[in-house]
């Protein structure tokens, strides 16, 4: 209980600070995107949040008006939906600023298992519904490990069977860790290494790396973590089949 008020009164202040340190750079971003098209600079849509509820969820629009109208799910970096401004923001991670609204309403948390679309989380086996206890957040293991998903996914023919194939079940795999080992240090620490990672993915790899160490994590997900093998497709957690369809 103590450690849920703590976390809350960490995430307020943070989500505070931030959106007004900001404010500046992501008033420049909103112009950039609206002048491409003239369109709306916000993209806003459905997630799943903690016990399976969903909210709208803000981000910085990184793709042409309707581009989520075609169905696909999973983005890859040589997506032709992403405009010219969006390749940017996605390599910058900009995109992510405006979740702390979603942070500051109570939507979302700073630190959590990265929020899906209900067409995803309908796929997930009775273990990985154990990520839908906490709230979603901004950042976590694997968002660190992970934030090279566009480029894993290029050039793949189906980038959402891919997604369920490569990432998923390692997404996921760390999501259950940080459910099992999360508290305000590790919170803390995480949001400190995501900040290290816009100036050096390599570093916070092997930050990331020597955290899960220390909270005695596997050895495979260590390794999962250094990002130093190639993928391979695996079955999600709870499921001892390699995903070939999103057909529930």
């Given at each position: 209980?103590?450690?849920?008020?703590?976390?809350?009164?960490?995430?307020?202040?943070?989500?505070?600070?931030?959106?007004?340190?900001?404010?500046f750079p992501l008033g420049i971003?909103?112009?950039?995107?609206?002048?491409?098209?003239?369109?709306?600079?916000?993209?806003?849509?459905?997630?799943?949040?903690?016990?399976?509820?969903?909210?709208?969820?803000?981000?910085?629009?990184?793709?042409?008006?309707?581009?989520?109208k075609n169905g696909i799910d999973?983005?890859?970096?040589?997506?032709?939906?992403?405009?010219?401004?969006?390749?940017?923001?996605?390599?910058?991670?900009?995109?992510?600023?405006?979740?702390?609204?979603?942070?500051?309403?109570?939507?979302?948390?700073?630190?959590?298992?990265?929020?899906?679309?209900?067409?995803?989380?309908?796929?997930?086996?009775?273990?990985?519904?154990?990520?839908?206890?906490?709230?979603?957040?901004?950042?976590?293991?694997?968002?660190?490990?992970?934030?090279?998903?566009?480029?894993?996914?290029?050039?793949?023919?189906?980038?959402?069977?891919?997604?369920?194939?490569?990432?998923?079940?390692?997404?996921?795999?760390?999501?259950?860790?940080?459910?099992?080992?999360?508290?305000?240090?590790?919170?803390?620490?995480?949001?400190?290494?995501?900040?290290?990672?816009?100036?050096?993915?390599?570093?916070?790899?092997?930050?990331?790396?020597?955290?899960?160490?220390?909270?005695?994590?596997?050895?495979?997900?260590?390794?999962?973590?250094?990002?130093?093998?190639?993928?391979?497709?695996?079955?999600?957690?709870?499921?001892?089949?390699?995903?070939?369809?999103?057909?529930?």
């Open positions: 209980m103590l450690n849920s008020f703590v976390k809350r009164i960490l995430d307020v202040t943070l989500a505070i600070v931030g959106l007004i340190v900001l404010s971003v909103l112009i950039l995107i609206w002048k491409q098209d003239f369109k709306s600079p916000f993209y806003v849509s459905n997630r799943v949040g903690r016990g399976g509820n969903l909210f709208r969820i803000v981000k910085l629009r990184t793709m042409v008006v309707n581009a989520d999973s983005t890859s970096i040589n997506d032709t939906r992403i405009t010219p401004i969006g390749h940017f923001i996605r390599a910058y991670k900009l995109d992510e600023i405006t979740q702390l609204w979603n942070v500051l309403v109570g939507d979302m948390s700073l630190v959590g298992p990265r929020p899906n679309v209900k067409s995803e989380t309908d796929l997930y086996t009775s273990l990985e519904r154990k990520l839908l206890k906490l709230k979603p957040g901004i950042t976590d293991f694997a968002s660190i490990v992970f934030s090279d998903e566009g480029e894993i996914l290029a050039g793949k023919s189906n980038t959402d069977i891919a997604y369920n194939q490569l990432i998923r079940p390692r997404k996921s795999e760390l999501g259950l860790f940080y459910v099992d080992n999360n508290n305000i240090f590790v919170d803390i620490v995480i949001i400190l290494i995501t900040i290290f990672s816009v100036f050096s993915r390599t570093f916070a790899l092997k930050l990331n790396s020597r955290l899960l160490m220390l909270l005695n994590a596997s050895e495979e997900l260590i390794i999962t973590a250094q990002r130093q093998k190639r993928l391979f497709p695996k079955p999600p957690p709870g499921s001892n089949k390699i995903v070939k369809s999103r057909n529930i």
